[in-house]
């Protein structure tokens, strides 16, 4: 195997709360290989939007390194491509010109950038509201838009800070199942944050299991079981207790936490 593509070396970070310092992540070490889908687990409060932002170069870290095949993160770049919950569409434009807004901000010649759009929404299923606007879509129909703008930059790394949360269940499966056909396809490296046991099984090849405050790696799992994965197979819910209770120990920890908090106020 080659040189990580994404390579987390000692990691903190430490934010300022209310008179006092609040450690969010500790002693981060990660390396992980071009061409990998990996997943960040963990409950809210363990970290995992801190770190994905970090590594987008949003929030750098208090100390250690990041960097991208061997050069240092210190703000966003092209070759990561962020795709959020909120979807993160521009209102007042057509699925089409979101889709295309990066390309024009580069300058790809318009007939490029059109060809691009094009073979994007019809990847993602879009063509027929190309000319719709964001109000007039569906909650997935707007990630799809979401995740062909950043496609259209052709990023060869994805970070994806919980994409599906705000979806129904059946929709959110639709998603997953394109996001993998379109992983396989274009051999991107994808960081992928989800507090879903199952998504996390049914998508990754690696989840990392991060522990409540401060965020470190409580567990890193290679995840063995064969493309397309059944929910219902033994194996696979092996896999989601297994997890699960490394999950619940820091939702215990949470609240504990919290209820100590709550008593010193």
Request: charged residues 25%; glycine residues 8%; aromatic residues 6%.
């Amino acid at each position: 195997m080659g040189a990580p593509h994404i390579c987390i070396e000692g990691v903190n970070k430490v934010f300022a709360s209310e008179g006092r310092e609040v450690v969010a992540l500790q002693d981060i070490h990660l390396e992980i290989p071009r061409g990998q889908f990996t997943c960040l687990l963990g409950p809210s409060g363990c970290g995992k939007s801190t770190l994905l932002n970090a590594v987008a170069g949003f929030a750098p870290p208090s100390s250690g390194a990041i960097t991208v095949d061997g050069l240092p993160v210190s703000a966003p770049g092209p070759q990561r491509g962020m795709v959020f919950q909120e979807y993160a569409l521009f209102p007042w434009m057509t699925v089409a010109q979101n889709v295309g807004f990066g390309l024009e901000i580069k300058g790809v010649p318009r007939a490029e950038a059109a060809a691009t759009v094009e073979r994007l929404l019809g990847m993602l299923s879009l063509l027929d509201f190309r000319q719709r606007y964001p109000k007039d879509l569906s909650g997935g129909m707007r990630q799809r838009a979401a995740i062909a703008r950043v496609l259209a930059l052709d990023s060869p790394i994805m970070l994806m800070d919980e994409p599906f949360g705000a979806l129904d269940a059946l929709t959110r499966r639709n998603l997953q199942d394109e996001l993998l056909r379109i992983w396989a396809e274009l051999k991107k490296t994808i960081l992928f944050v989800t507090h879903s046991i199952e998504e996390a099984i049914y998508l990754a090849d690696r989840i990392v299991v991060m522990s409540y405050r401060p965020g470190t790696v409580k567990r890193d799992v290679l995840v063995e079981l064969p493309r397309v994965r059944d929910p219902a197979d033994p194996a696979f819910n092996a896999l989601k207790r297994e997890l699960g209770m490394l999950v619940m120990e820091e939702q215990q920890r949470h609240h504990l936490a919290e209820l100590r908090m709550a008593a010193v106020d």
